[in-house]
């Protein structure tokens, strides 16, 4: 089978490109070129482009595992100080570009293949797109951030690269190297949040944004608990996949211990929408195999003796526990919400209020409950001057912004994308990434009925993740190693069939 043609910039298109992004800053930010900014600036752009040309020689599963770990950070670059570049997007849009511009790392990855689910995804996008624009939230940045990160458009276009980015063996323990380090670094992180010390917590605003957490719960580099629950359980999966797949005992006792820090890092999150869909996917996942059951009750007792030994040694994580389980405020914020968003569906069942309209238009269908006070519309109970509270039911949302249209269109690619790469045909080494994606699927799908999806991160890997599990017959790997002209032409790569 031939390899694909692939095209090699010559030197002075890069030049060309990092004069450019000079002369388009100039125009953006003039004062980024002032003063001190006169030297640091060009230099920042000289190895900016430096590392882009590196990064474009490379496969582009490199820069797909590096935009997953950026993820974790999406939303908090101006916290670290980059200010507003989200280099998580950047990544993205680099691995398209890969693709499209046939860059020299895609020559052993297979062509798209565009899916009947593709067809769905995008005419879901658009249904979103005409409800955004009719209700006036496109343009407003929760509007199309959201469009672009949770409907969305990413996680989308992710799922329709990632089998044939992901095709090879390599690249696939690539992908499981990254998300077993990514874990080590979230489930430490979040331990150090919970019991300290404090100073190995890294970005340090991550402490910052816990101080103002109810309940100082863990949120990780997400500043979300949610998201950094789904974070840890995704990554404890890909240690377990991690242990039965790698050689070596030492591989495989690091890998068991990365899902064991990611399992009691997910535990400290304090979300009891995280606990319950953790339970939910790791039973379902091993219900699937015949290994699973066996090991179901056992591992079962050897979470409950863990989690109850740290309760007893740490009795500040036993109180923040205590409370975050018997608390009553969470429960009326979800019934009165749960009441408004009945109203609102009721009042428009078929198109529904529009895209990203709840926070918006929902305080008029909060009505005072006989047995417990009204909150659940902003952060206090005063609803004036507070930053309102998303709706924290996911599929309620959908239906009350979308409609039943909407709402369908959305459960329909969920359903097709996710079922048909659990159940499709693919190299029987994809075994472990279609049960992996039970269980990551189920957490995402159960959590969802407890709260609401406000980060990149879930939708973004369980799209990769389902990509992967759909698999892609990957192209013959040539026996020797081709040899790419500097020029810009395209270049076919000998004949290996």
Sequence with gaps: MPMRAVRRPPWYGWTLLGLAALVSLHEVAPSRLEGHWVIITPLAMIIGVWALRRLWELPPAVTMCGAIVLTTFSGGWRLIGLGGLPLDRVLVVIVLLQLLLRAPGVAHVPRLQIRGVHL???????????????????????????????????????????????AGERERNMLLVTLVGLGAYLGLTAIFESLGPHSLVFPRYIVQVDSELPGERAGGPFQSSLAEGFATYACAVAGVIAFARWHGQRRRYLAAAVAAVCAFGCFVTLERG???AALAATVIAALATRSGRRWLV??????????????????????????R??????????????????????????????????TSDSLEYFREAADYPMVGYTLG????????LPLHDTYLSYVVELGLIGASLWLATMLWGIGGAVFGRGPTDLRNWKLGLIAIATFFLVVGAFDPY????????????????????????????????????????????
């Design 120 to 166: 769905l995804m995008a005419l879901t996008v658009m249904y979103v797109l005409g409800s955004a624009a009719a209700a006036g939230t496109l343009t407003s940045e929760t509007g199309y951030l959201s469009l672009v990160d949770q409907v969305g458009i990413a996680p989308y276009l992710m799922f329709m690269v990632a089998p044939a980015v992901f």
């Design 274 to 276: 995280v606990w319950i």
């Design 298 to 323: 056992p591992g079962a007792l050897a979470c409950a003796v863990a989690i109850g030994g740290a309760l007893l040694v740490s009795s500040d994580l036993s109180h923040k526990t205590s409370v």
């Design 325 to 358: 389980a018997s608390s009553q405020i969470s429960v009326w914020d979800r019934e009165n919400q749960t009441s408004a968003g009945l109203r609102m569906f009721a009042a428009k069942p078929l198109f529904g209020f529009g895209w990203a309209s709840y």
């Design 381 to 388: 109970t005063d609803a004036q001057g507070e930053k309102p």
């Design 454 to 497: 406000q980060q990149a991160f879930p939708a973004f890997l369980l799209w990769v993740w389902a990509g992967v599990a759909l698999g892609c017959t990957p192209l013959a790997v040539p026996q020797q190693r081709t040899v790419l002209a500097g020029d810009a032409g395209g270049e076919v790569a000998p004949n290996t069939a």
